[in-house]
């Protein structure tokens, strides 16, 4: 498309005239004389530069001449644009335009919207905005003698316009989806503009509080909720940041929170106030956080108080248990000596009595004297558990811990149980552990422990069973432990007693059915678990009903063969 010369084609009174470029047109067709006159008018109408595209036409409204650049824009337009004001030339003007023109004796302007032919310069640009310029010709009479007029493409001004358009109304859009409120106000603090976002928080729209006071739309509050007075800079015509607003929303009882800021607007000559500009950021997100931290911290440390409150309670209750402790220990050391002391004579009489050394008994004596000493020694027996498991739960228990062979503890604790494993007819054969074992241990609670094991596997194993040791080696939070089973083909323990078993005065089985474990107090699993912590190992049980069971002692693992 050929791009035609702007004219801004402005009235005679504002310009100078100027001579008419008659090489620029085409000569008047013949018959036309007297258009000197006329081409002298339209040169005090308006002044054209020589690419111009302007024409002259008669009272009845045929084109008398033109400029070379109507021509061409004619000619490219036609005819599509004929019946839309650009006239060929050889045609007539518009009959709107001459009709105006005659009936005021005043120019016509007027704004055309054509479809462009491809432009090889701006193939983009597929249509042209032209403005018509009209000027009437009359004589000295004030008669009609014809019209003059030229053509202006505007076509980058309305581009520019329509770019700006977009622009602000991408803005207004971007204003819209905002969670802000942007609002204006006047000298008197009247709004006088407010963004759509305050209709969505005040369940109205925005333009009912056009022209009312901003309080209207809610209080400045301090960051408690109570009321505060505007800002400094509100009242002083200053610029203010971030003072607390609250407006009330659609809901029942729903509360916003916005930052406000604004900056003074003058006026730029007289420097007149005109108001405030400014903006609310919506902190309520951040507002209904914060206060959330704050009662959970309220809690917190409410939750905290009750604690210390209640360890303090906990720390009474243990010096309580401590002294009870004492006392207990106490007492049973002060008993176990008064105990001991008629007990060892009651055992050296029927012990003398049973081996006759003062002479001849009658035989059935000599059953009751038996029966004594077994008695004694069961008693005996019973208060030094009894006095163990004190020593054990208060702070007179102390360890000896060393490196230790456990073939020379297993073997010590044999030794001990072997008699009574015969009695039965018991295999312990399987009690033999390979040297090279040597675990950090108390040797004496070791033993101890060991020997409580392989007794109650001599207790509740049938005659003809057998008893024996496993020894291996497992790693438990990166140590080294030992592991030392004590198995037995025996009565078992049942699942739902095998983590009771361990409790103070708890027995796995009937006392009154198997051998003599009537005669026990249930102590001897917990000193023996007890012991193991206190050297840093444990005891676990595995045990199925009439299959047998296996305890294993793990202790901390030095070396192993």
Known sequence: MQRFTRDEGKNAANIAPAAIPFASMRKPHSGETGWLH??????????????????????????VFASSAYYAMAEQLHPRTLE???VPADMRIPAAILQFVSDNCESYIHDETLEAPADPHNPSRQTIYMRSFHYPVTDSEGALLGVVGHYVDISDQVEALNRAGRLAEGKSDQLRASSDIFWETDAEGRLTALSDRASDVLGKPAILFIGQELSSLGRFIHRTGVDALPPDGFTRQQPFRNAIFQISGAGEGEQYFFHFSAVPVFESVTGKFQGFRGAGVDVSARFRAEDAAKAAQRELEAAKEALENRNIQLDIERSRAEMALRAKSEFL???????????????????????????EINPHYAGYANDILKSGQHLLSLIETMLETARLDGSD???????????????????IIQLRAEAKNLDISGLNVQDGWLIKADPLSTTQILVNLLSNAVKFTEPGGSIGIDVSSRTG??????????WDTGIGVAQEMQDKIFEKFVRGVDAHDHDDTGKGLGLGLHISKRLAQMMYGDIRVRSEPGRGSRFSLEIPLVSSP
Do not use: C, W
């Open 477 to 486: 939070n990166g140590a080294p432990f030992a592991v030392i089973t004590v």
């Open 397 to 415: 228990a102390f360890l000896r811990v060393r490196n230790v062979d456990l073939a020379e503890l297993v073997d010590k604790a044999q030794r």
């Open 333 to 359: 050391a002060s008993m176990s000596h008064e105990l001991r002391t008629p007990l060892n004579a009651i055992l050296g009489f029927s012990e003398a009595m049973s081996m006759k050394l003062f002479g």
């Open 38 to 63: 006329l081409l002298e008018e339209a040169a005090r109408k308006i002044r054209f530069s020589s690419d111009a595209a302007f024409y002259a036409a008669n009272a009845e409204g045929g084109i």
């Open 84 to 86: 839309r004001g650009l």
